[in-house]
């Protein structure tokens, strides 16, 4: 039976849930949880939690609660998982979320995150299915934090490029998320575990557009493209591929590195939305003034069958 207040359900592969309470106020949920990618459990506490909390950012929302999800081995210490759960509640803090509790459960691997709750208006709820042809669209992150944690897992990544990927996936996208609350945000998502090309088809499908992406406009991390030629990239990249492929075309001028870059998983990644072409230019002013990387990488054209095009 469908229920007439949920507003975005399974259906449509957004980001997060989103549940009609009111006229003015809609609930939006998600979850995610992984295995950590750096040794610090202080980081890996603190990108767990952002990357949590992106998928209520993406949707339009505000976080407000999260609930700890924790899988914890018999052969860490109680005082490592506290580094884990003081990164998440520094994290939570600095977002305005209160952490609520959470659920524990013995496992050989350990795993963190949250289950987020937060709110939107009904009106302004971002989606992949509201783009339309002439909007620009915009990404708050460089690329590659897939690449940089393989390689440093091969032990061959610089500490100074592994140090900023941790940064970067440790960054909240709140400043971002404010600085489009200004704008008419046609739909986006954030860019995860699907790498840019798969989330990127997933806003082509649902919005029934041709999307073009520009490499020369892409933000990547330092080194990036170094550890990918050197074939060091994860297996999710090329199980996106696998999954996305028919629905993307690289222009022969692309280089082929370039393939791994842009299916490379990312983990806490940048948000991509779309604007107007008008106002492009004034919303990457503004996010930039705040202190986020944003680029303007692309552009949304009609076309017969939803595709990604990169140039």
């Known amino acids: 039976m469908t229920d ?13 849930g989103v549940y009609q309470l009111n006229a003015g106020t809609a609930l939006v949920q998600t979850v995610d949880f992984f295995s950590p990618m750096t040794d610090d459990p202080y980081l890996f506490g ?18 407000l609660t999260a ?10 210490s109680p005082a490592v998982m506290g580094e884990i759960l003081r990164g998440g509640a520094d994290k939570a803090l600095e977002a305005q979320v209160v952490i609520l509790g959470g659920h524990t459960v013995e496992n050989a691997d350990i795993k963190y995150g949250m289950a987020v709750t937060g709110i939107v208006h009904p009106r302004a709820i971002i989606t992949n299915r509201g783009l339309v042809p002439g909007n620009k669209l915009i990404l708050t992150k460089p690329l590659g934090s897939g690449i940089i944690t393989t390689a440093a897992k091969a032990e061959m990544a610089a500490e100074s490029h592994l140090d900023l990927a941790l940064k970067v996936m440790a960054t909240l996208n709140k400043a971002a ?7 008419k945000v046609y739909g986006g998502t954030d860019v995860t575990g699907f790498g840019l ?15 073009h992406l520009y490499t020369s406009a892409i933000p990547l991390l330092p080194g990036v493209r170094d550890y990918a030629a050197m074939g060091l990239v994860p297996a999710g990249a090329y199980n996106n591929a696998a999954h996305f492929g028919k629905f993307v075309d690289l222009d022969m001028a692309v280089d ?16 991509l939305f779309a604007v107007s072409a008008a106002q492009a230019a004034e919303a990457l002013c503004a996010l930039q003034s705040k202190g986020v990387e944003a680029r303007e990488v692309g552009e949304v054209f009609a076309g017969e069958s939803p595709r990604v095009m990169v140039w």
């Open 4 to 16: 007439e207040r949920v507003l975005v359900g399974i259906e449509t592969s957004d980001d997060a």
């Open 46 to 63: 603190a990108i767990a939690a952002a990357n949590a909390l992106s998928d209520v950012y993406a949707m339009g929302g505000v976080p």
């Open 67 to 76: 609930l700890n999800i924790v899988c914890y081995a018999d052969c860490i």
């Open 177 to 183: 998320a404010e600085v489009f609350s200004a704008y």
């Open 197 to 211: 090309l798969g989330h990127a088809v997933e806003l082509a499908e649902g919005s029934k557009v041709v999307i």
């Open 256 to 271: 082929e590195v370039w393939h791994d870059v842009l299916y490379d998983p990312q983990t806490s990644g940048g948000l």
